[in-house]
Nanobody, 118 residues
Framework: QVQLQESDPGLVKPSQTLSLTCTVS??????????WTWIRQPPGKGLEWMGC???????YYSPSLKSRTSISRDTSKNQFTLQLSSVTPEDTALYYC??????????WGQGTQVTVSS
């Protein structure tokens, strides 16, 4: 069974780059038709799709975050990584990685809390 696990960056200072890694077990991130996704939920707000990387390696980003977001992968480690630059306290959120197929997020990591504070 496929499982996803986010890394834990903890506290990040304003203006720094947030880096999160999602480790996938039980299945390959290069398997066709899946999209490997980053989603976040700020306190008191709804879920926000940030972007994803397809099994082909093509990346897609939310227009509102595109200028600050980069998603990459390491197929040898079966991991994909989110980098969010120039973070502010507004980037404080619970961050999730998830697997997506046909616009459905069917498998989620447990989530990791990221706090941006000086």
């Amino acid at each position: 069974q496929v499982q996803l696990q986010e890394s834990d960056p903890g506290l990040v200072k304003p203006s720094q780059t947030l880096s999160l890694t999602c480790t996938v077990s039980g299945g390959s991130i290069t398997t066709n038709v899946y999209y490997w996704t980053w989603i976040r939920q700020p306190p008191g707000k709804g879920l926000e799709w940030m972007g994803c990387i397809a099994s082909s390696g093509i990346t897609y980003y939310s227009p509102s975050l595109k200028s600050r977001t980069s998603i990459s992968r390491d197929t040898s480690k079966n991991q994909f990584t989110l980098q969010l630059s120039s973070v502010t306290p507004e980037d404080t959120a619970l961050y999730y990685c998830a697997r997506s197929i046909t616009n459905t997020w069917d498998i989620w990591g447990q989530g990791t809390q990221v706090t941006v504070s000086s």
